[in-house]
């Protein structure tokens, strides 16, 4: 744990001080576009099995750094862990997504929600996290993570996935006291995650919201962002994780940049929606933004990835404050050699915007 | 056709001119919400016939303004009937999205590719036209629409729905000019077609670009924006459409709404992920705006209908220039009472507007 840390990129672009050139790494980095992660998956069983086992969870975690030259690794696991500890019964059909056995649908499910224990259902995440920290030793850091309050919910409630995750949103409307209710279990519930991954060895934490988006920017602010702000506070306030710095993501809420830079995060990420310079005017370059090529554009050519990725750099504008990212994950179907394509790219020509 | 319009609010607001009070219309205002559709609908056997049957489709067209006080009415189809009359073959399977027989994958599908015959297979379309802008006589005026280009390449090139159409995406960004050439044969038997409802009676166009969100912002301008202005500018010079408001909706491309603005259309459709202020002052108030109510709300109470209702109301902040809409279609679950909530909340409280 006290390895000294060889690349530290990322923690420097996230606190806005210079850096020899530009950090990348992509969300689902570790995924099924990888042989070597299929390989993995299928001697798993399962993807969840993949996820709940340590080993096998830092095995996957590893591989796309032994490939490309990223600047940093992120947990393997699922943003949906905690509700699972909560009791729900997640499980995912085969080609399906994530289903709950028992959804969360009223007040007395509501009142029965309680933080889970990290020492206990969530164990195997932190023991993820030491072993990966270890076998990084010091080669790139360690982000962790999890799902947003707002987006645990709407799968919570839904029981799955859902087109427009209208049975959350009519709760928060009709009943927005038991909204609250349940959001407020589960930001303490990531806060707490977020805090024991913090002090099992992560060394910046990201919150996914996935589905933040969905929400009109008045609706956002008070069912979403209300409760990843209560978790910043709460990360800011444990000696354990108060220096770790904190990116927010919440895809398609690009109405709502400036009010999430507020809640004293440390970056934003950003999907590919908005062009990186508008995102930095929002924010008034108070945080680093991760972000924001449009994972298709993996599946062109490598003459279009390097043109699309320079793209993104020169509209960020700035060599400092900007760690590249794709909008969101990598998908099954791209070619490896693409991804080595771009991380090269982005450092050459992040070189390259500072003078190198 | 010459009857005059009894209700002229919507064509109205579309030019920014002052009326007695806010005009409403709803996206799939005619739909399984409704049991008098469902009903209509089996009778038919399946949506395409529905869609394909002058007759039928004129008759759930009707059926919401029977029920509600809708300021308009909008023509009974479906975006994908130019690339059906291509001879691509066009299905809906049970439950799932629209499927293509024959996909375009190549410059020889693409090729081959020619703008429909008006009067040959798409003649339903211009029989409904005539025949709903006959039975409406005057009430309110009716809205024909097409699909996108883009959106309708989106469908072709995948040949059915696609988390992400990074097929067409591709297709962008490694052959732009063979792209270009499938989007133009769109926008020209989009503006043929919609030439062609004009002609038949439609009084006000919409453009639907259901999928321009999904590109970043500079792919938007090139592979979305710049055909949508194509199309416009068609109309404007075609003597038989040159005289009707245009509506252009690109869900989630709220990013680029100066930008279409000044295409030259007199209307954009916002969806209700940016505030209708901020959607004001991005088109420096160029054109009229139509929506932007999260459609989810209208599974929440009355109360909750009205409130959320008169915020969108006050957020566009004055009188004129502002059509009533959802941010997106009605969906299956709603209660049609909630309708009937929203649309006399809409009237009721643009009159307050208004000082009467």
Same mark, same amino acid.
């Given at each position: 744990m006290t390895t000294p840390l060889r690349n530290d990129r990322l923690l420097r672009a996230l606190r806005r001080e210079p850096t020899d050139t530009t950090p990348i790494w992509l969300m689902r980095q570790a995924g099924r576009y990888l042989p070597e992660y299929r390989a993995t998956r299928e001697r798993a069983g399962s993807f969840l099995a993949l996820a709940q086992h340590p080993e096998?969870?830092?095995?996957?975690?590893?591989?796309?750094?032994?490939?490309?030259?990223?600047?940093?690794? +992120?947990l393997f696991s699922d943003i949906l862990t905690i509700p699972d500890a909560? *009791?729900?019964g997640l499980s995912? @059909?085969?080609?399906?997504?994530?289903?709950?056995?028992?959804?969360?649908?009223?007040?007395?499910?509501?009142?029965?929600?309680?933080v889970p224990d990290m020492d206990g259902e969530l164990r195997y995440v932190t023991d993820a996290v030491r072993l990966i920290r270890n076998e990084l030793a010091g080669r790139v850091p360690l982000i962790g993570f999890a799902g947003s309050p707002w987006?645990?919910?709407c799968y919570m409630v839904e029981g *799955?996935? /859902?087109?427009?995750?209208?049975?959350? %949103?009519?709760?928060?409307?009709?009943?927005?006291?038991?909204a609250h209710?349940?959001?407020?279990?589960?930001?303490? /519930?990531?806060?707490?995650?977020?805090?024991?991954?913090?002090?099992?060895?992560?060394? @910046?934490l990201m919150i996914?919201?996935?589905?933040? *988006?969905?929400?009109?920017?008045? @609706?956002?602010?008070?069912?979403?962002?209300?409760?990843?702000?209560?978790?910043?506070?709460?990360? %800011?306030?444990?000696?354990? /994780?108060?220096?770790?710095?904190? +990116?927010?993501?919440?895809k398609g809420a690009n109405a709502s940049l400036a009010a999430m830079a507020a809640t004293g995060c440390a970056a934003l990420g950003v999907d590919w929606t908005i062009d990186l310079a508008d995102a930095r005017k929002a924010v008034n370059s108070q945080v680093a933004l991760q972000g924001n090529l449009d994972p298709a554009t993996l599946r062109a050519t490598p003459e279009v990835i390097r043109r699309e990725a320079r793209a993104v750099m020169d509209g960020y504008g700035e060599p400092t404050g900007h760690v590249f990212n794709l909008g969101h994950g990598v998908t099954p179907e791209v070619d490896p050699e693409n991804v080595r394509v771009l991380v090269d790219e982005v450092h050459a020509y992040g070189r390259t915007l500072r003078g190198a």
């Amino acid at each position: 744990m006290t390895t000294p840390l060889r690349n530290d990129r990322l923690l420097r672009a996230l606190r806005r001080e210079p850096t020899d050139t530009t950090p990348i790494w992509l969300m689902r980095q570790a995924g099924r576009y990888l042989p070597e992660y299929r390989a993995t998956r299928e001697r798993a069983g399962s993807f969840l099995a993949l996820a709940q086992h340590p080993e096998l969870a830092c095995e996957v975690t590893l591989q796309p750094l032994d490939r490309f030259e990223l600047d940093a690794a +992120i947990l393997f696991s699922d943003i949906l862990t905690i509700p699972d500890a909560m *009791g729900l019964g997640l499980s995912f @059909a085969h080609g399906e997504g994530p289903q709950f056995a028992r959804p969360v649908r009223n007040a007395a499910d509501i009142a029965r929600l309680a933080v889970p224990d990290m020492d206990g259902e969530l164990r195997y995440v932190t023991d993820a996290v030491r072993l990966i920290r270890n076998e990084l030793a010091g080669r790139v850091p360690l982000i962790g993570f999890a799902g947003s309050p707002w987006t645990l919910a709407c799968y919570m409630v839904e029981g *799955g996935g /859902s087109r427009d995750f209208a049975r959350l %949103k009519t709760l928060c409307w009709n009943e927005p006291a038991l909204a609250h209710q349940l959001l407020d279990v589960l930001a303490r /519930s990531v806060a707490t995650y977020l805090v024991a991954q913090a002090a099992a060895g992560a060394q @910046a934490l990201m919150i996914f919201d996935s589905w933040g *988006g969905m929400l009109g920017p008045a @609706a956002f602010r008070e069912f979403s962002l209300r409760h990843l702000a209560q978790i910043v506070a709460a990360l %800011k306030a444990d000696t354990r /994780s108060r220096e770790l710095p904190v +990116i927010l993501f919440s895809k398609g809420a690009n109405a709502s940049l400036a009010a999430m830079a507020a809640t004293g995060c440390a970056a934003l990420g950003v999907d590919w929606t908005i062009d990186l310079a508008d995102a930095r005017k929002a924010v008034n370059s108070q945080v680093a933004l991760q972000g924001n090529l449009d994972p298709a554009t993996l599946r062109a050519t490598p003459e279009v990835i390097r043109r699309e990725a320079r793209a993104v750099m020169d509209g960020y504008g700035e060599p400092t404050g900007h760690v590249f990212n794709l909008g969101h994950g990598v998908t099954p179907e791209v070619d490896p050699e693409n991804v080595r394509v771009l991380v090269d790219e982005v450092h050459a020509y992040g070189r390259t915007l500072r003078g190198a």
